[in-house]
């Protein structure tokens, strides 16, 4: 099969955010993992184990202090790359004057969709995360979870290859629980790979083929959601072993 | 091209749905204030008055639109985090720069016209010749010393991370861009080698605003049609512009979200 992640001995450390800045907080340390196409990944980790900045270091958006991210077979410095991903960041905030519709246009633009599908796909999407109803309202008059749908929305706009999203399901209802849940499904059944963390655990349960735990920066465990569902019975059963594991290392 | 018109359409929505156009407002307000105030005096004299004025006003508010413009901006980029979400698209760090930058000229260009327009009016309701060709080159050249200043800011708004800090940078700008050649000046008549050094630096540095300034050839018949005296200020401000935009685009795209 072919990675459509390769990550290699990736470092980040960063500069804290003291007045002279001479101190150092551990991000990442020398993470070697590899993603293949088709796969829903789920990576768990407690509140600052490094999650965030894993998938910022994969996306571009932080610069590695060593090591190497391969995406797509490429560097995330190729836009042609980045034309195939979709990202959900972890609070999704918008151009604050713009309405609903007027946000995904601009994401369209950016993302080059062809001129003609374009109106008709923005209309598609917005149906997908039930947003359709709110379209002419402007970003000022969404509520939290409505924004963070609409977050979904611009993250599946291109039918991207490569999915990431950070904690999908946060200040979703119970329905969005699903609904993510489904889209998850549904982009993956047409080959898509999804690479995404999160700490509701009855969801990754449900929804991932291969796990991993991050704890202090340190990718402390990866393996194939049955073996672990088979050795430790539940996803939270599982998760609290290798964390208390990763504690006495 | 399709992504840096997308990110210039924003800015350029984004000034006017904050209503930077109220700066306009604010203009005709003090121009028709100001050409009522002063109907006391001689028509010919009170006509050469308006315009003075109203050409003041027109760079001022043009500069005042540019930091309403930054402001917005940075405020919505630092506090809000939009970013993100748009630097992880296929757009290139240096496009959504170049587009942020047409934008922003396209806000300034957008009022100065409309400012312009206010000060015609005026000056056909007092008398004058609004289709003064004057009226329309010194706006011309009002846009060109903003046109700078706007890369300057930009290039502030990626060394700088306070939304403040940035704004006073900026200001200061633009008062230092009005001095540096007065203060070139005396330099060269009296200072010693260390000030003169320090002087050029900053000569060479910040804008030299005063390249723009039409205030005193407006009244002398053929200065402002100069096309050597065009040239050389179109020239100087692509330069600056283009050396503002390469830098903040380095600077950029060296940046962590
Ligand atoms: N910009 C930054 N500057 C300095 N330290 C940072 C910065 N961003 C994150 N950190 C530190 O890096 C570590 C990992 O943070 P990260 O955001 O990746 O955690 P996370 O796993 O996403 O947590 P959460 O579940 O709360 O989202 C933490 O110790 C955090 O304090
Ligand atoms: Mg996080």
Redesign the interface.
């Known amino acids: 099969m072919e990675n459509v992640i390769e990550i290699k001995g990736l470092t980040k450390i960063y500069k804290a955010l003291d007045f002279w800045k001479n101190d150092r907080v551990v991000g990442v340390k020398n993470i070697d993992l590899s993603v293949e196409k088709g796969e829903v990944f789920g990576l768990l980790g407690l509140n600052g184990a490094g999650k965030t900045t894993l998938m910022k270091l994969m996306l571009g958006l932080l610069k590695p202090t060593a090591g190497d991210v391969k995406i797509l077979g490429k560097s995330i410095d190729d836009i042609e790359v980045r034309a195939k991903i979709g990202y959900l960041s972890e609070l999704p905030y918008f151009p604050k004057y713009l309405k609903v519709r007027e946000v995904m246009d601009y994401f369209a633009e950016l993302l080059g969709l062809p001129q003609r599908s374009k109106k008709a796909r923005i209309e598609e999407v917005l149906e997908i995360v039930r947003l359709g109803a709110k379209s002419d309202t402007s970003i000022k008059g969404l509520s939290k979870g409505m924004q963070s749908r609409l977050g979904l929305a611009q993250a599946i706009l291109n039918d991207p290859d490569l999915l990431f999203m950070d904690e999908p399901m946060s200040g979703l209802d119970p329905l969005g629980y699903k609904e993510t849940r489904d889209i998850i499904i549904d982009l993956n059944k047409r080959g898509k790979t999804i690479f995404f963390n999160s700490h509701i655990l009855s969801e990754v349960e449900k929804i991932c083929h291969r796990v991993a735990v991050i704890h202090k920066g340190f990718l402390i465990d990866v393996q194939p959601m049955k073996t672990a569902m088979k050795k430790f019975g539940s996803m939270e059963k599982y998760f609290v072993a290798k964390i208390k594991a990763g504690d006495k290392a | 091209m399709?992504?840096i018109?997308?990110?210039a359409?924003?800015i350029f929505?984004?000034s006017f749905?904050?209503k930077i156009l109220n700066v306009l407002i604010l203009f005709a307000v003090f121009a028709i204030g100001f050409s009522l105030a002063i109907s006391e005096l001689a028509r010919e004299a009170e006509v050469k008055m308006v315009v003075d004025f109203g050409l003041f006003a027109i760079s001022l508010f043009a500069f005042l639109t540019i930091v309403l413009s930054m402001t917005v901006q940075l405020f919505?980029e630092t506090e809000?985090?939009?970013l993100?979400?748009?630097?992880?698209?296929?757009?290139?760090r240096y496009e959504y720069i170049l587009g942020k930058y047409l934008g922003m000229m396209m806000t300034v260009l957008m009022n100065i016209l409309i400012m312009l327009v206010i000060l015609m009016l005026i000056v056909k309701f007092r008398g004058g010749e609004p289709w003064d060709i004057k009226l329309i080159e010194a706006s011309m050249y009002s846009f060109l010393s903003v046109a700078i200043l706007a890369s300057a800011a930009m290039f502030l708004s990626v060394v700088t991370t306070s939304v403040p800090g940035c704004i006073i940078f900026l200001i200061s700008i633009y008062a230092m861009g009005h001095l540096t050649i007065h203060l070139k000046n005396l330099a060269d008549k009296t200072g010693g080698a260390v000030v003169k050094a320090a002087v050029d630096l900053i000569y060479y540095v910040v804008p030299n605003l005063e390249l723009f300034n039409m205030k005193d050839k407006i009244n002398s018949s053929q200065a402002l049609f100069d096309l050597n005296y065009l040239g050389l200020v179109l020239g100087y401000t692509s330069l600056y512009i283009i050396v503002m935009l390469v830098l903040t685009s380095i600077i950029f795209s060296?940046k962590?979200?």
């Open positions: 399709r992504r018109a997308a990110v359409e924003y929505k984004q749905r904050n919505e809000l985090k939009t993100t979400l748009i630097i992880v698209k296929p757009i290139k060296r962590e979200f």
